[in-house]
């Protein structure tokens, strides 16, 4: 084990002496996990809106005063639908009512008046969420009384707090990213430094430095995993843990050493740090659409359902956020770290034995 140490302790050394990789490290685990947590909306805010008001009447007026912040802009007023039209095509706009000349006088004799709206849906999810907001309004100005009465209790993230959510997903993919690059990086810098063949030379085994250096990145990305827990979830966005923060460590370990093997496989195709980001990309880009990360996974074709069951993010995400806002137990979580472990096996073992060859 003396050798497996040393060549241990010299990866981790190399890299707490390269400040500017620190440095990365570093701003990849705070600034960024922040910046998705505090800077990405989910919900419709700040909205742009427009009126064409050709009634000219109280009730429109009052259904107006109802479009404010911090959802809406202060409403913007045309003299006619064209104008409005103009303004959404040239983005200044994101919706815009039309209140025809009989809206009022339909309104007071019961003869279902119509509000006309026009909505950008360039952001799809945006714009939903505009239209459910103007739908509550008018309904409830309007005080409809509907023989079914709705009560919504929201589990488990129980105010809808976008941050929680944005910034767990952040810090799933940093160390998704990192992960692979970092595992890569440190063999693939041998070959550009020209100590590839003297590594060869070594009187170690192949395996041990091969295991060495892979497990000196897991250590890296482990500790930057704690500080931004600590750093960023807890400290920055008071995020909840319903669940063990123990079992959240241990998923996260045999998931970053799953995804070493993916970065041993980059590593051994690779002869430079740019093939290594190009690479990167087209082996994660799929694991992370197959994830459920960007687009839930009962919401995909039958056949990507399928196919999601090969992508160990998937198992991390679900397993990460049931401990975080489920507070599942050891036993409810053993299905995502079986998947996890599984695939970790399989793409360790093939990352293992394809850069094995090059020994």
């Given at each position: 084990?003396h050798?497996?140490?040393?060549i241990?302790?010299?990866?981790l050394?190399?890299f707490?002496r390269?400040?500017?990789?620190?440095?990365?490290?570093?701003?990849f685990?705070?600034a960024?996990?922040?910046v998705?947590?505090?800077?990405?909306?989910?919900?419709?805010?700040?909205i742009?809106?427009?009126?064409?008001?050709?009634s000219a009447?109280?009730?429109s007026?009052?259904?107006?005063s109802?479009?404010?912040?911090?959802?809406?802009?202060?409403?913007?007023?045309?003299?006619?639908?064209?104008?409005?039209?103009?303004?959404?095509?040239?983005?200044?706009?994101?919706?815009?009512?039309?209140?025809?000349?009989?809206?009022?006088?339909n309104?007071?004799?019961?003869?279902?008046?119509?509000i006309?709206?026009?909505?950008?849906?360039?952001?799809?999810?945006q714009?939903?969420?505009?239209?459910?907001?103007?739908q509550?309004?008018v309904?409830d100005?309007n005080k409809?009384?509907?023989?079914?009465?709705m009560?919504?209790h929201?589990?488990f993230?129980q105010?809808?707090t976008?941050?929680?959510?944005?910034?767990?997903?952040?810090?799933l993919?940093?160390?998704t990213l990192?992960?692979?690059?970092?595992?890569?990086?440190?063999f693939?810098?041998?070959?550009?430094?020209?100590?590839?063949?003297?590594?060869?030379?070594?009187?170690?085994?192949?395996?041990?430095?091969?295991?060495?250096k892979s497990?000196?990145?897991?250590?890296?990305?482990?500790?930057?995993?704690?500080l931004?827990?600590?750093?960023?979830l807890?400290?920055?966005?008071?995020?909840?843990?319903n669940g063990?923060?123990?079992?959240?460590?241990?998923?996260?370990?045999?998931?970053?050493?799953?995804t070493?093997?993916?970065?041993?496989?980059i590593?051994?195709v690779?002869k430079?740090?740019?093939?290594?980001a190009?690479?990167?990309?087209?082996?994660?880009?799929?694991?992370?659409?197959?994830?459920?990360?960007?687009?839930?996974?009962?919401?995909?074709h039958?056949?990507?359902?399928?196919?999601s069951?090969?992508?160990?993010l998937r198992?991390?995400i679900?397993?990460?956020?049931s401990?975080?806002?489920?507070g599942?137990?050891?036993?409810?979580?053993?299905?995502?770290?079986?998947?996890?472990i599984?695939?970790g096996?399989?793409?360790?073992w093939?990352?293992f034995?394809?850069?094995g060859?090059l020994?």
């Amino acid at each position: 084990m003396h050798p497996f140490f040393t060549i241990l302790l010299k990866e981790l050394l190399i890299f707490f002496r390269s400040t500017g990789l620190v440095l990365m490290v570093i701003y990849f685990f705070t600034a960024e996990v922040y910046v998705a947590g505090d800077g990405v909306e989910v919900e419709a805010k700040n909205i742009s809106i427009a009126i064409v008001d050709k009634s000219a009447g109280g009730i429109s007026k009052k259904i107006i005063s109802s479009l404010h912040a911090p959802e809406f802009q202060t409403p913007k007023f045309y003299t006619s639908q064209k104008e409005l039209s103009d303004a959404i095509y040239d983005r200044d706009i994101m919706i815009g009512l039309i209140f025809d000349e009989d809206f009022e006088k339909n309104y007071y004799k019961h003869l279902n008046p119509q509000i006309n709206i026009l909505v950008d849906s360039t952001t799809a999810s945006q714009s939903l969420m505009a239209l459910g907001y103007l739908q509550n309004i008018v309904m409830d100005f309007n005080k409809m009384q509907l023989p079914i009465t709705m009560k919504i209790h929201k589990l488990f993230n129980q105010n809808a707090t976008t941050s929680y959510f944005m910034s767990l997903s952040e810090l799933l993919s940093v160390i998704t990213l990192l992960t692979v690059i970092l595992t890569a990086v440190v063999f693939v810098k041998e070959k550009e430094n020209g100590t590839w063949d003297i590594m060869l030379l070594m009187p170690v085994n192949p395996k041990i430095i091969i295991l060495a250096k892979s497990f000196s990145q897991i250590i890296i990305v482990m500790i930057g995993t704690f500080l931004s827990v600590g750093i960023v979830l807890f400290k920055g966005f008071n995020i909840p843990l319903n669940g063990s923060l123990l079992n959240f460590f241990i998923l996260t370990f045999f998931y970053v050493w799953t995804t070493a093997g993916l970065g041993l496989f980059i590593a051994a195709v690779s002869k430079t740090v740019t093939q290594i980001a190009q690479l990167s990309i087209v082996i994660m880009m799929p694991i992370i659409f197959l994830s459920g990360a960007w687009t839930p996974i009962y919401a995909m074709h039958p056949i990507l359902q399928t196919l999601s069951i090969f992508s160990p993010l998937r198992y991390y995400i679900e397993g990460s956020e049931s401990i975080f806002f489920r507070g599942s137990g050891f036993i409810d979580l053993l299905p995502y770290f079986g998947g996890v472990i599984l695939l970790g096996i399989v793409l360790y073992w093939y990352g293992f034995r394809k850069i094995g060859k090059l020994f």
